[in-house]
Antibody
Framework: QLQLQESGPGLVKPSETLSLTCTVS??????????WGWIRQPPGKGLEWIGS???????YYNPSLKSRVTISVDTSKNQFSLKLSSVTAADTAVYYC????????????WGQGTLVTVSS | DIQMTQSPSSLSASVGDRVTFTCRAS??????LNWYQQKPGKAPKLLIY???FLQSGVPSRFSGSGSGTDFTLTISSLQPEDFATYYC?????????FGQGTKLEIQ
C-alpha cells in the first residue's frame, strides 16, 4: 500500500525558506516510473501545482514559482523534498506531496497534507 | 497558461439526483482532463482521468466526458458520501492547472 507522508515546520517567518520532506513507503522512488510532486492549497481556496521531479533528477516547475522553488530526490532515504524561498503570507497553505504517472499527470496518490503558515 | 473554469461554483442537490459539473479550458487540451473529489480536511481523490477513464475503486455512478475545451463530470445517482467539492485539472501543458471547484451541497 503506497503511502506518502509530509513533514516539516508548520510555521515559517516571512522572507525565510520553507522546507518540506515527503517520505514514501510502499514504492521505491528510484525504481519507479512515476513522478513525485508538490501541490498546495491556501486555506479555503483552490489547488495550485508547484512542481514535480523524476528520480533521475529531471524537474518541472510552475513558472509562477520557478525562481523560488527547488524539488529534489533523496533515493537513499526514499524521500523527496520541497524548498520555497523568500516566503510571504501568500505562501500560507496546506502542502500536499503526490505521485503521478507523468510530470503533470493525474495524481493518483496524495499525502495527507501539512499546513504551513507564514507569519512573524 | 491554460485557465480552467468550472460551473457552477456551487450546486444543491438531493440523494438520488443526477448531477452534472462542467469544466471549460481556455484552449484545447485534447482529452487531458482529470476530475477530483475533495472532502473537508482531506486530500483530493482522483475520480476520472483522461476525460473519461474511471480511476480504480471509484464507483461506476461517476462518469466523465468531453474533449477539446469542454468537459463534464456526471454522478448518475447521488449518494450521501458524494457531497464534497469537485475540481477539474488539465494535464496537457505545464503548468498543469485546476479549476476553482464546484461545491456540491445537500438540498
Amino acid at each position: 500500500q503506497l503511502q506518502l507522508q509530509e513533514s516539516g515546520p508548520g510555521l515559517v517567518k516571512p522572507s525565510e525558506t520553507l522546507s518540506l520532506t515527503c517520505t514514501v513507503s510502499g514504492d521505491s522512488i528510484s525504481s519507479s516510473s512515476y513522478y513525485w510532486g508538490w501541490i498546495r492549497q491556501p486555506p479555503g481556496k483552490g489547488l495550485e501545482w508547484i512542481g514535480s521531479v523524476f528520480y533521475g533528477g529531471s524537474t518541472y516547475y510552475n513558472p509562477s514559482l520557478k525562481s523560488r522553488v527547488t524539488i529534489s530526490v533523496d533515493t537513499s532515504k526514499n524521500q523527496f523534498s520541497l524548498k520555497l524561498s523568500s516566503v510571504t503570507a501568500a505562501d500560507t497553505a496546506v502542502y500536499y506531496c503526490a505521485r503521478a504517472p507523468s510530470d503533470i499527470g493525474p495524481v493518483g496518490y496524495w499525502g495527507q497534507g501539512t499546513l504551513v503558515t507564514v507569519s512573524s | 497558461d491554460i485557465q480552467m473554469t468550472q460551473s457552477p461554483s456551487s450546486l444543491s442537490a438531493s440523494v438520488g439526483d443526477r448531477v452534472t459539473f462542467t469544466c471549460r479550458a481556455s484552449q484545447t487540451i485534447s482529452r487531458s482532463l482529470n476530475w477530483y473529489q475533495q472532502k473537508p480536511g482531506k486530500a483530493p481523490k482522483l475520480l476520472i482521468y483522461s476525460a473519461s477513464f474511471l480511476q480504480s475503486g471509484v464507483p461506476s455512478r461517476f462518469s466523465g466526458s468531453g474533449s477539446g475545451t469542454d468537459f463534464t463530470l456526471t454522478i448518475s445517482s447521488l449518494q450521501p458520501e458524494d457531497f464534497a467539492t469537485y475540481y477539474c485539472q488539465q494535464s496537457y501543458s505545464i503548468p498543469c492547472s485546476f479549476g476553482q471547484g464546484t461545491k456540491l451541497e445537500i438540498q
